[in-house]
């Protein structure tokens, strides 16, 4: 089952703040977030493994749900290098494949 | 080299070609994977090897061909494909039995004309 992300795109201006989500119907092991600028592979930022961790990496940190079985991306104080494509990817704690998110749009303005 | 890497990063064909891709991982992984990424489509999960076996086959068409003669190298053959296979193609590697954690190469992008 396919991980749901909210919103599908947002616009920022340089320095605002923003939030990412992603859930799943399924009792989740772990979720990992990537980034992909266009042209450009998608980047692995950082996973989650159960136990309601959040975890940071410069301004961008995650907080992870596991009763809700959601994952949260945060970025605070957006910089223009932060525009891309954010994908949420899940694992199940039955062990199923790795499954990517439809992503989200992030455009930063100067 | 380290990382993930792919070859020709970018390709065009036509539809009674035969090409092959090649990716290559210099991590030391023990799973390989190729993905397809359309324009406004997500990431679509093809075919999984862990330890040179396949393992998933995500109900791909027979005209793409994976091939894992070792835990370093993957290839995906293509024959007789069809313009709306033009995409970018994407590979992955992971460490079975870690946090699953995939890393990408650059890919390559393909047109079918």
């Known amino acids: 089952q396919q991980p749901v992300q909210s919103p599908q795109a947002v616009i920022l201006r340089e320095g605002e703040d923003a939030v990412i989500n992603c859930s799943s119907s399924k009792a989740l092991y772990s979720v990992h977030w990537y980034r992909q600028k266009h042209g450009e592979a998608p980047v692995f930022l950082m996973i989650l493994l159960k136990g309601g961790e959040q975890k940071g990496h410069e301004k961008i940190s995650a907080s992870f749900n596991e009763k809700k079985q959601q994952s949260s991306l945060y970025l605070t104080a957006s910089q223009l290098s932060y525009s891309g494509t954010y994908f949420c990817a899940t694992v199940t704690l039955r062990g199923d494949k790795i499954i990517f998110g439809k992503g989200t749009r992030l455009h930063i303005l100067p | 080299e380290t990382g993930v890497t792919q070859t020709p990063r970018h390709l065009v064909m036509g539809m009674t070609n035969k090409k092959s891709l090649k990716c290559e991982q210099h991590?030391?992984?023990?799973?390989m994977y190729w993905y397809k990424q359309s324009a406004k489509k997500p990431l679509e999960l093809m075919f999984v090897?862990?330890?040179?076996?396949?393992?998933e086959n995500n109900s791909v068409p027979s005209r793409f061909s994976p091939e894992c003669p070792n835990s370093s190298h993957l290839f995906l053959h293509l024959h007789t494909l069809q313009p709306e296979d033009s995409a970018l193609y994407l590979c992955?590697?992971?460490?079975?039995?870690?946090?699953?954690?995939?890393?990408f190469g650059p890919g390559t992008r393909l047109t079918v004309l």
């Open positions: 991590l030391g992984h023990n799973a």
């Open positions: 090897y862990n330890f040179k076996e396949q393992t």
């Open positions: 992955a590697s992971s460490q079975v039995g870690d946090t699953d954690t995939q890393y």
